[in-house]
């Protein structure tokens, strides 16, 4: 297989030559299609707080954006949401997302998990993506039932971590995703592309960064400026560069899965998807957040006005078509390189938390 080194990564990324960019994706396109294969998976997201007491200098639902009108779902609207995304729609795994909330305390969080994990026809796989909390809290949380979190380290440059972030550094959060996995819990995590003072170098690093800590997924997206932040001025993450660095990822972490997200919709356009769907990447992340709410999670403006995030069958089906057109199929079963029992989708809330360990090891 096509060996990558950091030398050539930076080199590649610097590059503006078309034709090696076309070399890059066409080599990532077949390094996934030799590891990950045909199928796509569409996972969906339900945002159901944007109540947040961090101050993540870009995003635009930090603690303390005052402009922003604040909701959270209830417990059960969440289950509601999540188990209709499920029965109704297919949906396989679903991202429980909120900014930081304590709200929703431990207790809550097991109530909807158990809920939507108990629901026998709802077989489905449960990512948080809810923040720092401690060990014994995921802990918990995985004993109900949750099997992934989405939990992005955003850099690997721990002076850039610490400018964007006043109330956190960079080893406390990686000692959050060790953790998460100690405990059996697949992670996704990856960087924020494109941030202010954010160097090549560390995007190379970035990258390695996600192979080392063992990922099952790698999430990264472009830097979008935010009104009401401290970023609010500055120019957004290049698209280019995000799509390079979804191929370079795949060249140097073959197995991972690589979902498109939204941010880099946001900013490419539909025909991205295309682009990065033949560049390396093998998986969606589509919005199930109620409409009601959905313009109010603005962690960058107009997130939630990506057209075709609808919660409909009609949005799977537009999405199957151009995953068919590009030659693959969508993923009927929990993905092809998830190495989790049946029991962590059926939905028993204590089962599963050895044996997924044991089927990593
Ligand atoms: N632009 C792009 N992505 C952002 N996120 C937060 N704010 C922004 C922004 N302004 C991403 C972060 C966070 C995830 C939930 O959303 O990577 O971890």
């Known amino acids: 297989m096509y060996k990558v080194n950091e030398i050539s990564a930076k080199r590649l990324l610097e590059s503006d030559d078309p034709e090696e960019l076309k070399g890059l994706l066409k080599l990532a396109d077949a390094v996934r299609e030799e590891t990950v294969r045909q199928q796509v998976c569409i996972h969906g997201i339900i945002e159901f707080s944007n109540h947040c007491q961090s101050l993540c200098a870009y995003c635009g639902i930090r603690g303390p954006n005052k402009t922003l009108q604040r909701y959270q779902m209830s417990p059960e609207e969440i289950r509601d949401t999540a188990l209709t995304a499920v029965k109704v729609s297919g949906y396989k795994m679903l991202v429980l997302q909120s900014g930081e909330d304590p709200w929703y305390d431990t207790d809550r969080l097991i109530w909807i998990i ?19 909390r401690d060990y014994e809290t995921y802990e918990t949380l995985y004993r109900a039932g949750a099997r992934g979190v989405l939990f992005r380290f955003e850099t690997s440059d721990p002076d850039l971590y610490k400018k964007l972030h006043p109330d956190c550094n960079l080893e406390e959060r990686l000692e959050h995703l060790r953790y998460m996995k100690e405990i059996g819990y697949l992670t ?18 970035d990258i390695f960064f996600m192979r080392d800590l063992g990922l099952a997924m ?25 799509i390079k660095m979804i191929a370079l990822t795949r060249l140097i972490y073959p197995h991972v899965r690589i979902p498109i997200t939204t941010a880099l919709e946001k900013l490419g356009g539909m025909a991205v998807r295309r682009t ?10 589509l919005n199930l ?29 537009e999405l199957t078509k151009l995953i068919s057109s590009c030659g693959r199929r969508v993923c009927k079963g929990w993905g092809t390189d998830f190495t989790l029992t ?13 044996s997924s360990r044991e089927m990593r090891q």
């Open 289 to 317: 957040t109620p409409a009601q709410y959905r313009e109010n999670y603005d962690i960058y403006p107009g997130k939630n006005l990506v057209k075709t995030h609808i919660h409909s069958l009609e949005t799977v089906e």
């Open 218 to 242: 790698a999430s990264m997206g472009p830097f979008i400026p935010a009104p009401n932040t401290p970023l609010a001025g500055e120019k957004p993450g290049d698209i280019k560069t995000v």
């Open 342 to 354: 049946k029991e962590d989708f059926n939905g028993s809330c204590n089962t599963g938390l050895t």
């Open 114 to 132: 158990r809920k939507i994990k108990s629901d026998q026809a709802a077989k489905c796989l449960v990512f948080l993506s809810i923040g720092n």
């Open 188 to 205: 996704a995590s990856g960087p924020l592309i494109g941030l202010p003072g954010q160097t090549i170098d560390s995007l190379v690093q």
């Open 276 to 285: 990065a769907l033949t560049g390396g990447a093998n998986a969606f992340m």
